[in-house]
């Protein structure tokens, strides 16, 4: 199973908005609305952002949403904040009945 | 609080064997699939293996298949992964996460801070 896609890095300014995607095949992302999302910063635990394409667990800011269209999944940190930097993955449920990540993308706010 | 501890890692030779242990606290363990995910350095995470509450069903990475398997003991609230035949590329942080169930599906809501592996001679 190759990892999903995701972009290796993106880049937004405060109060900006970024767009995240995660690509994969009609065999995971595009026949499952089993995406979710983490944050990880290095040495830490991730953190679930979103979970089943679009929603968020109670704690996450209502900055951060998800949605899919097709193979593709996306994530969205609107009104970018300092703290938001990190690493996001996606992963995504697949029809082996396994799970695979995509690959990781550093957000960096300006 | 819900909690997950993972121990057991260390420096291993090539061709070991190692074995990981999580111990959760503050949920019902065995109403909850556990899965185990790893980061090798300078890489991203990789899933490695889910077992369901009652241990009726395992998966791994078809990767991982034959040398990886991962056990749990309901009653000690506590998931394995025993690791054979270990290899450089086997080095890694080996995290155990809680799978969400009805409380958030088909997702990783709790982890543990990872327990380090390192495959060397």
């Known amino acids: 199973q190759s990892a999903l896609t995701q972009p290796p890095s993106v880049s937004g300014s405060p109060g900006q908005s970024v767009t995240i995607s995660c690509t994969g095949t009609?065999?995971?992302?595009?026949?499952?609305?089993?995406v979710s999302w983490y944050q990880h910063l290095p040495g830490t635990a991730p953190k679930l952002m979103i979970y089943?394409?679009?929603n968020r667990p109670s704690g996450v800011p209502d900055r951060f949403s998800g949605s899919k269209s097709d193979n593709t999944a996306s994530l969205t940190i609107s009104g970018l904040q300092a703290e938001d930097e990190a690493y996001y993955y996606c992963?995504?449920?697949?029809?082996?009945?396994?799970?695979?990540f995509g690959g990781g993308t550093k957000l960096t706010v300006l | 609080q819900v909690q997950l501890v993972e121990s057991g890692g260390g420096v291993v030779q090539p061709g070991r064997s190692l074995r990981l242990s999580c111990e959760a606290s503050?949920?019902?363990?065995?109403?909850?699939?556990m899965h185990w995910v790893r980061q090798a350095p300078g890489k991203g995470l990789e899933w490695v293996a889910q077992?369901?509450?009652?241990?009726?069903?395992?998966y791994y990475a078809d990767s991982l298949k034959g040398r990886f398997t991962i056990s749990r003991d309901n009653s000690k609230n506590r998931v394995d992964l025993q690791m054979n035949g270990l290899r450089a590329d086997d080095t890694a942080v080996y995290y155990c996460?809680?799978?969400?169930?009805?409380?958030?599906?088909?997702?990783?809501?709790?982890w543990g801070q990872g327990t380090t592996v390192s495959v060397s001679s």
């Open positions: 996460a809680r799978d969400g169930q009805g409380l958030a599906p088909y997702s990783m809501d709790v």
């Open positions: 503050g949920f019902t363990f065995s109403s909850h699939a």
């Open positions: 077992i369901w509450g009652d241990a009726s069903n395992k």
């Open positions: 009609s065999s995971d992302v595009g026949s499952y609305n089993r």
């Open positions: 089943e394409v679009s």
């Open positions: 992963i995504s449920y697949t029809s082996d009945i396994t799970w695979v």
